[in-house]
């Protein structure tokens, strides 16, 4: 690396630390992130599962909407569930795939730094 003096200069162990640590909050964040898109995936599946489930009451009690719009209201909601999980798995695969790009970097800079 570099000569030049940096602000860190003489806590290069605690930075070491740090960033482990903050690799490892990364990863959890981004396994959180992704149980939020399969809990709002899910929700969207079900609640589309139900209009088009109870479309007859729905369109006997509200005499706005005919059974063929709650159908597709349902139906669309299925397929943003479905979409929503599939971003969500992509979303996820791609941002796992760059910490650990990032962390073999990281490993392959302090081997260097330990040879002679």
Known sequence: MSDKPTPYTGLEDQLILRDHLAAD????????TYLAYIRTALTLFVAGLSFVHFKDIFSSQVAIFSSHVVEIIGIIFILLGIATFFVGFVRYRRMRALIHKIKEEELRE????DSP
């Open 25 to 32: 909050r990364t990863i959890l964040a981004n396994e959180r």
């Open 110 to 113: 302090l081997g260097e730094e």
